[in-house]
């Protein structure tokens, strides 16, 4: 009887479910993400911090921060309808999309990507992306990371702040093992679409 054959990937799976209650997801992160090439591809110039600051704080005003502090939808849409912008952030750089993400409200979150279709791969002044504010949430949002994942090249998630921190970094301790499992099945997804990114970025330079 022939023993099946046990690739790279079923290993690294097999490595990610024993160590799933314990490592930093953080790490487990740049496990799932092994391949040389998708690891290079996180450094902070592939998403750079937002070059268009003027434009965008000329967008953000009381109207629209005050329709996504209330989950109102309706003024929203009405917004967006009579030609607003949604590409915008305070002095700071912070985005509409990053207080939306903070809040942890989905429906606003969903409209701004789907629907005002913003711009997701941006970094504040201190270099933090979306993903920083999902993972500094009070609690685990999985089905706001897993929207947000979905969106963007997994290389994204390796994305690192000013302090040289990616998002996973900010997850509470208690928090590790949730986030582990979370991280844990969405792995062979994250390295298909990370192969298939990088397979598209290299077509792209030749």
């Known amino acids: 009887m022939m023993t099946p054959a046990v690739t790279k990937n079923d290993v690294l799976v097999r490595s990610v479910d024993e160590s799933v ?3 930093q997801p953080s790490t487990l992160v740049r496990k799932l993400l092994f391949d040389p090439e998708i690891l290079k591809n996180k450094r902070r110039d592939l998403f750079a911090v937002n070059s268009n600051l003027e434009e965008w704080m000329e967008n953000y005003d009381m109207e629209k921060i005050t329709a996504i502090r209330e989950n109102n939808l309706e003024k929203l849409r009405f917004i967006l309808e009579n030609g607003g912008n949604f590409n915008a952030c305070n002095r700071n750089g912070e985005t509409i999309l990053h207080l939306a993400c903070r809040r942890g409200n989905l429906d606003v979150v969903r409209f701004l990507v789907d629907e005002a ?4 791969e941006v970094q504040d002044d201190l270099g933090r992306s979306v993903l920083h504010d999902i993972c500094w949430r009070p609690y685990p949002d999985f089905e706001l990371m897993e929207f947000i994942m979905g969106k963007v090249p997994p290389a ?3 994305t690192e702040d000013r ?5 996973f970094d900010y997850c509470r301790k208690q928090d590790w093992n949730q986030w582990n499992r979370f991280l844990h099945k969405h ?3 994250l390295q298909r679409r990370a192969s298939l990114y990088n397979m598209i970025c290299q077509i ?3």
């Open 21 to 23: 209650e314990t490592e």
């Open 117 to 120: 279709q913003v711009e997701i």
């Open 156 to 158: 994204f998630l390796l």
């Open 163 to 167: 302090r040289g921190h990616t998002c």
């Open 187 to 189: 792995a062979r997804s």
């Open 204 to 206: 792209a330079k030749d």
